[in-house]
Nanobody, 124 residues
Framework: QLQLVESGGGLVQPGGSLRLSCIFS????????IGWFRQAPGDEREAVSGISSVDGSTYYADSVKGRFTISRDNAKNTVYLQMNSLKPEDTAVYYC??????????WGYGIDYWGNGTLVTVLS
């Protein structure tokens, strides 16, 4: 059974850090692109970061560049999102997702599976 399970969310002070994990089961991670998305209350879901299965290239939304880092450990079937210098506007439910093409996923298309999300709250 294919599953994506996020963890690592929580409550943090501004300037703090969190590392989100997404553990995949039921398929081989190395064959798929992976993305992190987030949705704040009242807002649409937006792409935060992605990593390609083809060449390991990465994508970051302008709002998180220089603060967030995506990485993958194919042996552990896990993708991470290291989030540093967190801001109150980073508060959202964070979702991981998988699809064939990372670039297409960042536009919101070609997403085959979603995780259930993990809540990140940055105090204001």
């Amino acid at each position: 059974q294919l599953q994506l399970v996020e963890s690592g969310g929580g409550l943090v002070q501004p300037g703090g850090s969190l590392r989100l994990s997404c553990i995949f089961s039921g398929f081989t991670l190395e064959h798929y692109g992976i993305g992190w998305f987030r949705q704040a209350p009242g807002d649409e879901r937006e792409a935060v970061s992605g990593i390609s299965s083809v060449d390991g290239s990465t994508y970051y939304a302008d709002s998180v560049k220089g603060r967030f880092t995506i990485s993958r450990d194919n042996a552990k079937n896990t993708v991470y999102l290291q989030m540093n210098s967190l801001k109150p506007e980073d508060t959202a439910v964070y979702y991981c997702a998988m699809g064939i093409d990372m670039a297409t996923m960042m536009w919101g298309y070609g997403i085959d599976y979603w995780g259930n999300g993990t809540l990140v709250t940055v105090l204001s």
